[in-house]
């Protein structure tokens, strides 16, 4: 069975700071696709970031990047020059590549302070 | 382009009632998906549906039917509504099969929610 685990249930960071949000997760195949989703509070569900699992470079998108741990079966999610819209609920999520859904992390709720 | 509309956004039943939620998508998506949100839970698979014809169980699908109508609809039905069924349900659509295709084939697009609440 696959599960995703992220260990920090609230974070928060400074506005113009820098937070790292952990993930961790499980699954013994080898196809498989790695996502951050952000809810914000208007409860829409907006892709952040996505990693295919064969490619080793880190993903990376405007202001926000990946660390991409393989062996270490880790997942975190970096982002820069926090802003105050980056305030939400952070899901990260795990779609093994021969099924269909994803199944995600319980989230970390992300504060950016002015 | 409107992408998955879901329909109604907040209900309130009463337990026992009978309920349908309705989910469309026009991005000529093959798979869709059901999913509730619950606090400190995450968001976990009721059903989905890999293609048009299809449907298969998730993992919490008790007290749920559900019916791909066209490649366009999929419908999540609460037969008898439960108080535990009280929470936030999400549709989704992806573009192709499971397994298929390049990593874009593997992004999910959310609806809006639904807020559910059983009395």
């Known amino acids: 069975a696959q599960t995703v685990t992220q260990s920090q249930p609230e974070m928060s960071v400074q506005e113009a700071e820098t937070v790292t949000l952990s993930c961790t997760y499980d699954t013994s195949e080898n196809n498989y696709y790695l996502f951050w989703y952000k809810q914000p509070p208007s409860r829409q569900m907006i892709l952040v970031i996505r990693?295919?699992?064969?490619?080793?470079q880190n993903a990376t998108e405007n202001r926000f990047s990946v660390n991409f741990q393989k062996a270490a079966k880790s997942f975190s999610l970096k982002i820069s020059d926090s802003q105050l819209g980056d305030t939400a609920m952070y899901f990260c999520a795990l779609r093994v590549g021969s099924q269909g859904n994803l199944i995600f992390g319980k989230g970390t709720k992300l504060s950016v302070k002015p | 382009n409107a992408g998955v509309t879901q329909t109604p956004k907040f209900q309130v039943l009463k337990t026992g009632q009978s309920m349908t939620l309705q989910c469309a998508q026009d991005?000529?998506?093959?798979?869709m998906y059901w999913y509730r949100q619950d606090p400190g839970m995450g968001l976990r698979l009721i059903y989905y549906s890999a293609s048009e014809g299809t449907t298969d169980k998730g993992e919490v699908p008790n007290g749920y039917n559900v019916s791909r109508l066209n490649k366009r609809e999929f419908s999540l039905r609460l037969e008898s509504a439960a108080p535990s069924q009280t929470s936030v349900y999400f549709c989704a659509s992806s573009p192709r099969i499971p397994g298929q295709g390049s990593s874009g084939a593997n992004v999910l697009t959310f609806g809006a929610g639904s807020r559910l609440t059983v009395l």
């Open positions: 990693q295919e699992a064969y490619k080793q």
């Open positions: 991005m000529n998506h093959n798979s």
